[in-house]
């Protein structure tokens, strides 16, 4: 019997053996980085061998990207065929509903929150996305937009209530995200450095103890 879907995402994976991790665990989606200045990045190609298992097991497969070019989204479309594209740059509305145009896949877009006033951004994504994210701001200067292994503080969200489903990110691990989940009310979950033992080596153990977290946190998903 294939494992119940747990509302958590896995970022950034790169070897068969976190694919095999997550998908046993019972992860919702699986992201695949395509950004290179990440240690987490992949090319379209390998991820979309790795996401094979995942998709067959009903697992939704996601393409991270951050301000790509068509020539690149093409190429991630035509090879990995994802199921949603998340944004994680500063792509504005109208490229994003271009990008959903383009590809025909649904999008998640990533918001960086500092303060209870960065939440007021969302208000221009709720007729163009599916989903949103929700991952500290990064700080100035920082060559990448996630995957920092930074919180914000959770009590911002607490009364957020979006027109569209969201993910907290942000510094989320296992030993934390119930927590996080109960103080912020996010549905969903979505982690990426809390689960490596390095930065882009994403540990098997780390992230099944995250999924048994998020899933005893959120019992009726």
Do not use: Y
């Amino acid at each position: 019997m294939a494992a119940m879907r747990v509302p958590a995402k896995i970022c950034g994976l790169s070897t068969p053996e976190a694919v095999e991790a997550a998908v046993r665990g019972g992860a919702g989606w699986l992201g695949f980085n395509f950004f290179a200045p990440s240690p987490r990045c992949v090319d379209p190609e390998a991820a979309a061998r790795l996401a094979t298992p995942a998709r067959a097991a009903g697992v939704r497969i996601c393409a991270i990207t951050v301000d790509a070019g068509d020539d690149l989204i093409d190429r991630i479309t035509r090879t990995l065929a994802p199921d949603f594209v998340q944004l994680h740059g500063k792509e504005p509305p109208a490229r994003a509903q271009a990008l959903a145009d383009r590809t025909g896949a649904g999008l998640i877009r990533a918001l960086p929150v500092g303060d209870a006033a960065d939440l007021d951004a969302a208000r221009d994504w709720s007729g163009v996305v599916d989903h949103l994210l929700l991952d500290a701001r990064p700080p100035k200067g920082a060559a990448l937009t996630g995957g920092l292994g930074m919180a914000f503080d959770w009590s911002l969200v607490k009364d957020f209530r979006p027109a569209r489903p969201w993910f907290l990110a942000g510094g989320l691990d296992p030993w934390n995200v119930a927590e996080a989940l109960q103080v912020s009310g996010a549905p969903m979950a979505d982690v990426s450095s809390g689960v490596e033992r390095g930065p882009g080596l994403k540990d098997a153990t780390l992230i099944s103890a995250f999924l048994d977290a998020v899933r005893r946190a959120r019992p009726q998903a």
